[in-house]
């Protein structure tokens, strides 16, 4: 091992300076403290509290209520208007049918009404919609694979024409636009295996202000949504109510209450829309939107819209939003989705 010594000639030179110093009277420097000084604790203020939202509308409530979702098959056809119910749904879903008339989806979970009119039958799109959510589903009735793609999806189905409660006959209005639901009574029903309270299926802002739409998009009075030659879904922002109204073409969209129906966000899909193989007692084609996938579309809210992308990985999975790669986030409120059929269909801003 190689030792390093210091050179003769260094070690003289500071043995000299060391006695030289010590001769000449000069106070000797304090010697260096090696403590550390201490340091000063800084308080770390809270992380702001995260606000309870209803899952659904992401509006902010002191407690969420303890029961799954549910969404009821709802008639748009003329003889069906004026609808029940229908102002209370959290999140509308608007799909075209046979014939190019079309039906919602209305998903309840915040507030539950006393009835909902006129309630019919499922359709082959409808297991998409709902299988997110994980609650049940009303409707009177279907063609048989339409039910069993229900219940393969993991959805609890009340359905009038098994004999299920909740369901009557309006004596005001004729067969088969006058079947009555009682949303109480459907709950009642809820097997025990529902997601309760349900997942949410949109992202939203803290605060209408702070929508990606109001904060990225443009200006928009008016929105016109043409899913078929037989269906104009015209909305009009209304800035006092926050809202955009909503109207059958030229004429507003009323519930029965007299309320016109409205929404913080309207959600706009290019969807593919195709016929099976299936038909209607008509005779027409049972036509199925196609929602797993991705497209393009538009989100309405605060009075401005915003050209997005729109992806569902499966079918279980919900519809995700997004702008240039980035996640979009709705109004705190009700919304209203538009499929759009992408060959039929078409919408325009003003």
Request: proline share 9%; hydrophobic share 40%; with cysteine.
């Amino acid at each position: 091992m190689t030792v390093r010594r210091r050179p003769a000639a260094l070690a003289g030179t500071l043995l000299a300076v060391t006695l030289l110093a010590a001769c000449s009277g000069e106070p000797e420097p304090a010697p260096t403290s090696t403590v550390a000084a201490p340091v000063e604790s800084v308080a770390k203020s809270a992380p702001p509290a995260v606000p309870t939202v209803w899952p659904l509308t992401g509006v902010a409530t002191d407690e969420v209520a303890q029961r799954p979702a549910l969404a009821i098959k709802i008639e748009n056809s003329r003889e069906a208007r004026p609808q029940t119910g229908l102002e209370a749904a959290d999140t509308v879903w608007e799909e075209v049918v046979e014939g190019g008339i079309t039906r919602f989806v209305a998903v309840y979970h915040s507030t539950v009404p006393d009835v909902v009119e006129p309630v019919r039958s499922v359709r082959p799109m409808d297991p998409a919609i709902v299988a997110p959510l994980d609650g049940i589903l009303a409707y009177s009735g279907a063609q048989q694979p339409f039910i069993d793609a229900v219940g393969a999806a993991g959805v609890q189905s009340v359905i009038m024409d098994a004999g299920d409660a909740g369901f009557t006959r309006d004596p005001n209005r004729y067969a088969p636009h006058n079947v009555l639901g009682d949303p109480v009574a459907f709950l009642a029903q809820d097997d025990g295996e529902r997601t309760t309270p349900p997942p949410a299926q949109f992202a939203f802002a803290r605060a209408a202000a702070h929508a990606t739409a109001v904060v990225q998009g443009t200006a928009t009075r008016h929105l016109d949504v043409v899913l078929s030659p037989a269906q104009t879904s015209a909305w009009a922002w209304e800035k006092k109510s926050g809202t955009w109204l909503r109207s059958e073409g030229t004429a507003p969209s009323l519930s029965t209450s007299g309320v016109q129906h409205a929404a913080e966000n309207v959600v706009v899909l290019d969807v593919e829309v195709v016929d099976t193989s299936y038909r209607d007692p008509s005779g027409a084609p049972v036509p199925e939107t196609q929602l797993v996938g991705s497209g393009t579309g538009l989100v309405a809210s605060g009075g401005r819209t915003l050209a997005v992308e729109w992806s569902k990985k499966s079918l279980h999975d919900p519809v995700v939003l997004t702008a240039d790669g980035d996640p979009v986030e709705l109004a705190p409120g009700r919304t209203w989705v538009e499929l759009v059929p992408t060959r039929t269909g078409s919408y325009s801003t003003s």
